[in-house]
């Protein structure tokens, strides 16, 4: 049976169902629809004013590259200029070939890149040495919660060293879902709390931070990567499989089998969420060491880099979080540029 006819242009014929609504597009209609959608997005929630200076969150996988596309192509539009910003988290047979795919990306559409390293801003950490330090005796399960802390730190701080103004991460709906179920399971009522919404407005002299494909599925991200012919990085980090990440993917793909909105119920409902005055997070205040905000002594980059240079990273995790506060300074302190607000694990 031939294809359908585009439902929008009427001209050429449909190369695909979208998804969510059902609707038969050609490949041209589809991509100008989820630049229109994301355009959206940005306008709608005031993401990125005219005059923006914004550092796109630069992986070399398919969200952020499909990001960076779709705001270059609207950049005119919106009045504002990219600069990319890579992380270079020291994890070998990984990293190096994701960041040739950046900096492909960066020459062929034109767009400056800067990379900035753990090594270089964590006193010589990598994830690599991280996981090691983590491991035990078997393989570490805590890699992508120190990974999501630090590369949020990196991230910021190459904002600021090229001059962003705001910082945007390719994260898509699946992502976000995955994250409110993840704070679920985990009973983090101050996660869930921060949670919402499309990004953070920059408290505590942080840049300003969005997702503009916060509503977008994960696998029209990949019906645009194909229709745009963009060329993106897809091996799986070395330590995905530990991470507890993995689960809730696996526990909303069968949520979604059976519920086909359910990802972006779970993405509305954490808009919604209301603590109750008992559950709430108390007021946080300034990190003792590098000034960020902090909901304890230390802010969470702080505290983890603290256990690493102890000997005892696990110190920082969870409850034993709490003993990491109240010990002394560290046995061999290593220099830190740290300066800026809070993070929140993205992975
Ligand atoms: Fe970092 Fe985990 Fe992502 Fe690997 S999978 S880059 S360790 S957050």
């Given at each position: 049976?031939?294809?359908?006819?585009?439902?929008s242009?009427?001209?050429?014929?449909?190369?695909?169902?979208?998804?969510?609504?059902?609707?038969?597009?050609?490949?041209?209609?589809?991509?100008?629809a989820?630049?229109?959608?994301v355009?959206?997005?940005?306008?709608?929630?005031?993401?990125?004013?005219?005059?923006?200076?914004?550092?796109?969150?630069?992986?070399?996988?398919?969200?952020?590259?499909?990001?960076?596309?779709?705001?270059?192509?609207?950049?005119?539009?919106?009045?504002?200029?990219?600069?990319?910003?890579?992380?270079?988290?020291?994890?070998?047979?990984?990293?190096?070939?994701?960041?040739?795919?950046?900096?492909?990306?960066?020459?062929?559409?034109?767009?400056?890149?800067?990379?900035?390293?753990?090594?270089d801003?964590?006193?010589?950490?990598?994830?690599?040495?991280?996981?090691?330090s983590?491991?035990?005796?078997?393989?570490?399960?805590?890699?992508?919660?120190?990974?999501?802390?630090?590369?949020?730190?990196?991230?910021?701080?190459?904002?600021?060293?090229?001059?962003?103004?705001?910082?945007?991460?390719?994260?898509?709906?699946?992502?976000?879902?995955?994250?409110?179920?993840?704070?679920?399971?985990?009973?983090?009522?101050?996660?869930?709390?921060?949670?919402?919404?499309?990004?953070?407005?920059?408290?505590?002299?942080?840049?300003?931070?969005?997702?503009?494909?916060?509503?977008?599925?994960q696998?029209?991200?990949?019906?645009?990567?194909?229709?745009?012919?963009?060329?993106?990085?897809?091996?799986?980090?070395?330590?995905?499989p530990?991470?507890?990440?993995?689960?809730?993917?696996?526990?909303?793909?069968?949520?979604?089998?059976?519920?086909?909105?359910?990802?972006?119920?779970?993405?509305?409902?954490?808009?919604?969420?209301?603590?109750?005055?008992?559950?709430?997070?108390?007021?946080?205040?300034?990190?003792?060491?590098?000034?960020?905000?902090?909901?304890?002594?230390?802010?969470?980059?702080?505290?983890?880099?603290?256990?690493?240079?102890?000997?005892?990273?696990?110190?920082?995790?969870?409850?034993?979080?709490?003993?990491?506060?109240?010990?002394?300074?560290?046995?061999?302190?290593?220099?830190?540029?740290?300066?800026?607000?809070?993070?929140v694990?993205?992975?």
């Amino acid at each position: 049976m031939p294809a359908p006819q585009c439902a929008s242009c009427h001209t050429a014929r449909a190369a695909l169902r979208r998804p969510r609504s059902g609707q038969a597009l050609c490949g041209a209609c589809f991509c100008a629809a989820f630049e229109a959608e994301v355009l959206h997005t940005v306008v709608a929630g005031r993401l990125l004013p005219p005059g923006a200076v914004v550092a796109v969150g630069a992986s070399g996988g398919k969200d952020s590259t499909v990001l960076a596309h779709v705001l270059r192509e609207l950049a005119p539009r919106l009045g504002i200029s990219l600069h990319l910003v890579a992380v270079d988290e020291g994890i070998g047979g990984y990293r190096d070939a994701a960041l040739a795919a950046v900096r492909r990306q960066a020459a062929r559409w034109d767009l400056p890149l800067t990379v900035v390293a753990y090594a270089d801003l964590f006193g010589g950490w990598t994830m690599d040495a991280v996981a090691r330090s983590t491991a035990g005796s078997g393989r570490s399960r805590a890699c992508c919660t120190f990974c999501g802390v630090l590369r949020r730190r990196a991230l910021e701080e190459g904002a600021r060293l090229v001059g962003a103004t705001h910082v945007v991460t390719g994260h898509n709906a699946d992502d976000m879902a995955e994250t409110v179920l993840m704070n679920f399971l985990r009973g983090d009522a101050g996660r869930l709390a921060r949670g919402g919404g499309l990004g953070s407005p920059g408290e505590g002299g942080a840049l300003p931070r969005c997702r503009p494909l916060q509503l977008a599925s994960q696998k029209e991200v990949v019906l645009y990567a194909h229709f745009r012919r963009l060329d993106y990085f897809s091996e799986e980090c070395v330590y995905a499989p530990e991470a507890f990440r993995g689960h809730a993917r696996d526990l909303l793909k069968m949520l979604e089998a059976a519920r086909p909105s359910a990802v972006l119920d779970l993405v509305h409902s954490a808009e919604r969420l209301a603590l109750a005055p008992a559950a709430r997070p108390p007021p946080p205040g300034a990190c003792s060491r590098c000034g960020a905000l902090a909901s304890r002594a230390l802010c969470q980059a702080c505290a983890l880099l603290d256990g690493l240079n102890r000997g005892r990273p696990r110190l920082a995790i969870g409850k034993g979080r709490r003993g990491l506060d109240e010990e002394g300074p560290p046995r061999e302190p290593q220099p830190s540029r740290l300066t800026t607000s809070e993070p929140v694990p993205d992975f």
